[in-house]
């Protein structure tokens, strides 16, 4: 599990010389309305780990490969992995989505639509979002039995956001439905961050006011069709924290905290991701010194 | 169905070299609000800005602009008397807005100070 998103890091290190340098914002859970820049290509690995009250410590690894396949128009694949401690470590699927912006400018509040295809399975404990009945003890099943639970489903979600005044608002509403069987479930998450400095100074700095980024995340499950609302449903707060460390470089870390008796005490969230600049210009010999081409 | 599938990726691709052709154009200047465009930059007498914005044009801009800012592949020179001639305001207005259907990307996930000292930047360089 961790070797695999090792490695996908240090392949991202290796085309340093393609870096970009936008920070991301700080959240593991929430959307907002920033789509990737076209052409250029971020993989991070993200980490979730708990424990829930009669199950063993779990670290559940996504590794996020996003493109930008249009300005307004961004794409993303997840391989999810887990390891339980005195289980074991095993592969526990993928996940296909894209994002579209409908609307070409900025406004005060910018939706996107979010349409995801998973194929994961019941031992699938990246926590990448909370919808419906999903509650702590579902964690603590053993991967042995869990792992036979195919869960192909189908997630959509209505993505809100805003800029004001250097912070970001977003607001996320989650479905999701399996594909085969089960009523459509619902859940949402809220955010919001700010730069700890607005003004760029003139220095290069790398551990600096500016290159970080401090928010919080709220996100929880409301239940499914049948039973729409907070009953019997997890919900979690999540203070996070992101530092642009070097180049195109960010490692972002999150304690989370359950806010019910149906969530797990603790989250603890780390991910580290590397944005690659115009990924296609890596393969094309004729991509340098083009200047005025376009005057 | 598939008669529609195909009818929309045919326009698709009768529409993908339309688009191409208008980037770089300057197009965008039209869509720019009056209030937008006269808009005065309120770093304009800050000795540091354009320092500051050209460390944020290398990270942010330079992957698609190029290093030089004089473009690379389809990607519009900056080094332009359109460019040059743009107000504050209206290159302000394009970093937040960005030019979506043409490849340009919203920078509005940076703070408004600092797309202040990217244009601070931009106006600077030579032609």
């Known amino acids: 599990m961790f070797r695999l998103s090792f490695a996908s890091f240090l392949l991202c290190c290796m085309f340093s010389s393609a870096v970009a340098g936008a920070q991301e914002l700080p959240y593991f859970v929430t959307y907002s309305h920033h789509m990737e820049e076209p052409g250029s290509l971020e993989v991070e690995a993200k980490t979730s780990s708990g424990q829930p009250q009669d199950g063993d410590v779990f670290y559940g690894t996504s590794t996020e490969i996003e493109y930008g396949t249009r300005a307004w128009w961004t794409s993303e694949l997840y391989l999810d992995s887990q390891g339980t401690v005195d289980e074991s470590t095993i592969f526990t699927g993928f996940r296909l989505e894209n994002r579209i912006r409908p609307l070409m400018r900025e406004h005060a509040v910018n939706p996107v639509v979010y349409v995801e295809f998973e194929d994961i399975n019941g031992a699938n404990k990246s926590l990448l979002e909370v919808v419906g009945h999903d509650v702590a003890a579902d964690l603590a099943e053993d991967n042995r039995t869990a792992r036979m639970t195919k869960e192909r489903e189908v997630e959509l979600k209505l993505i809100l956001s805003s800029n004001v005044k250097g912070w970001n608002v977003s607001e996320n509403v989650i479905g999701e439905k399996n594909i085969t069987h089960a009523p459509w479930e619902f859940g949402y998450a809220l955010a919001a961050s700010r730069p700890l400095r607005m003004k760029a100074s003139s220095k290069e700095c790398h551990f600096c006011a500016e290159t970080m980024q401090v928010g919080a995340e709220m996100y929880g499950g409301l239940g499914d069709v049948a039973s729409l609302g907070t009953h019997n449903t997890s919900h979690y707060f999540a203070p996070t924290l992101n530092w642009a460390m070097f180049n195109a470089a960010t490692l972002t870390v999150s304690p989370g905290f359950g806010l019910n008796d149906h969530s797990l005490s603790h989250v603890y969230r780390l991910g580290v991701s590397y944005e690659i600049g115009q990924l296609s210009r890596l393969f094309r010999a004729d991509s340098r010194n083009v200047e005025g081409t376009a005057r | ?127």
């Open chain 2, 1 to 127: 169905m598939k008669r529609i599938s195909l009818a929309c990726s045919l326009l698709a691709l009768l529409m993908a070299p339309l688009l191409m052709a208008s980037v770089g154009t300057g197009q965008w200047l039209k869509h720019v609000p009056e209030k937008d465009r006269v808009r005065s930059n309120p770093l304009a007498h800050d000795s540091d800005a354009t320092a500051a914005g050209a460390k944020l044009f290398h990270s942010d801009c330079a992957p698609c602009h190029g290093a030089d800012a004089a473009g690379r592949g389809s990607r519009p020179t900056l080094r332009s008397e359109r460019v040059r001639r743009a107000t504050d305001g209206e290159l302000e207005w394009l970093l937040r807005n960005g030019n979506l259907a043409h490849g340009m990307p919203s920078w509005s996930r940076l703070p408004e100070v600092q797309r202040w000292q990217i244009v601070r930047y931009v106006h600077a360089l030579p032609i």
